[in-house]
């Protein structure tokens, strides 16, 4: 999303280009039920129209412009939906990451990823917990994180134990963490509670590699060309 506007095409193109392990764009479903790509529950700043997602149907979305507000190069550039996204990933090297930004649509996301034959390529990550269950529940096979933002309170050790226990109550050992949160000492006690850690959003090219030394498993970054470390 750095040369590209986010949750396009064109970004995962980018993506893929840059040679990204893989492509983490977010989904919501919109007023006719399709689940479509879109950061925000409004389209307003990342096109040209104005509305909240859930009431506006996918034929008026396809006619926003999704990439000009970007760069005048990415004009016309349509509001993808998750099949559309999907099929791009499909068998390019770069998995699909996707956050699903809202409850009541597990089943759609679940069944799309099943439909294009990617349940061994694609991750889903929520905020929710009641999202990441669901999924667990409809795809074991299926790798879903969850998603924690406040960093937790107390010692390293009270971090863990706490993350610990929100992560098998959602029913994953996988669990995305804000970076500013993370040192290696949490690192470690997480490892050895069994938790795998990726961690957002991370730009400065000497974090990443910090991040990656202390054995983050994976990064998300709008500028993926910096993380070729």
Not at 24 to 35: H, M, N, Q, T
Not at 155 to 161: G, L, M, N
Not at 199 to 209: E, G, H, K, S, Y
Request: glycine share 8%.
């Amino acid at each position: 999303s750095a040369v590209a506007p986010e949750n396009t095409l064109a970004a995962i193109k980018q993506a893929i280009a840059a040679g990204a392990d893989g492509c983490e764009f977010d989904v919501y479903r919109c007023g006719d039920g399709a689940v479509v790509l879109m950061h925000d529950a409004t389209v307003d700043r990342t096109t040209n129209g104005q509305g909240k997602i859930t009431e506006l149907t996918l034929a008026e979305l396809k006619q926003l412009d999704a990439g000009q507000w970007k760069a005048p190069e990415y004009a016309d550039e349509k509001v993808p939906t998750l099949e559309e996204a999907l099929q791009l990933l499909k068998d390019s090297g770069c998995q699909a990451v996707i956050e699903v930004k809202m409850e009541g649509i597990s089943q759609q996301v679940v069944d799309a990823v099943r439909a294009a034959g990617m349940l061994d390529q694609a991750t889903v990550i929520a905020f929710s917990k009641e999202v990441v269950r669901e999924v667990g529940r409809l795809a074991p096979e299926l790798r879903c994180a969850w998603l924690c933002s406040p960093k937790p309170a107390g010692s390293v050790d009270q971090q863990a134990t706490w993350l610990a226990a929100e992560a098998a109550d959602c029913g994953t050992n996988l669990v995305d963490l804000n970076y500013g949160g993370l040192s290696p000492q949490l690192l470690d006690e997480l490892r050895r509670r069994g938790l795998t850690v990726w961690a957002w959003t991370v730009n400065d090219p000497p974090v990443i590699r910090a991040l990656a030394a202390w054995g983050v498993a994976s990064i998300t970054t709008d500028y993926p060309d910096r993380a070729q470390i």
